[in-house]
């Protein structure tokens, strides 16, 4: 069995992922009110990671607490990409992706930057293992 090695790593873009959201926010931090909000939703952006190796892709949530959900790519049945209108045109999305021995979706992020460009590599290492 190869070494593996990492190809893939991102968070979830909080413009990206609800513009209109964002733009508020903002606006309300002129008021100090959308201060805290932004802070969280930073925090839980940058604490959610997707990383795709040659081997598994593995989603990591979490600073305090932690929770870590893998799928080896030999076991992948399933991957999903949904997006809006909005979010073709911003280039993000949701992507899921399940194995053979889970009923549902074992990794489920979305915010994603190039969703097409994260399925196209699970599909291509998926094929490999099998």
């Known amino acids: 069995m190869s070494d593996e090695e990492t190809v893939f790593v991102d968070s979830p873009s909080m413009f990206r992922n609800n513009p209109i959201g964002f733009v508020v926010t903002v606006i309300l931090c002129l008021v100090g009110v959308g201060i805290p909000i932004l802070l969280v939703w930073y925090f839980r952006c940058r604490s959610t990671e997707l990383t795709i190796t040659n081997l598994r892709t593995r989603l990591h949530r979490g600073w305090l ?11 992948v049945r399933n991957v999903q990409l949904d ?5 073709r045109i911003l280039d993000t999305g949701r992507i899921g992706v399940s194995s053979a021995a889970q009923s549902g979706i074992e990794i489920d992020v979305s915010g994603l930057r190039g969703p097409d460009k994260i399925k196209n590599i699970i599909d291509k290492y998926r094929a490999k293992a099998d």
């Open 65 to 75: 607490s932690r929770s870590i959900t893998e799928v080896w790519h030999r076991d």
């Open 83 to 87: 997006q809006t209108f909005f979010q």
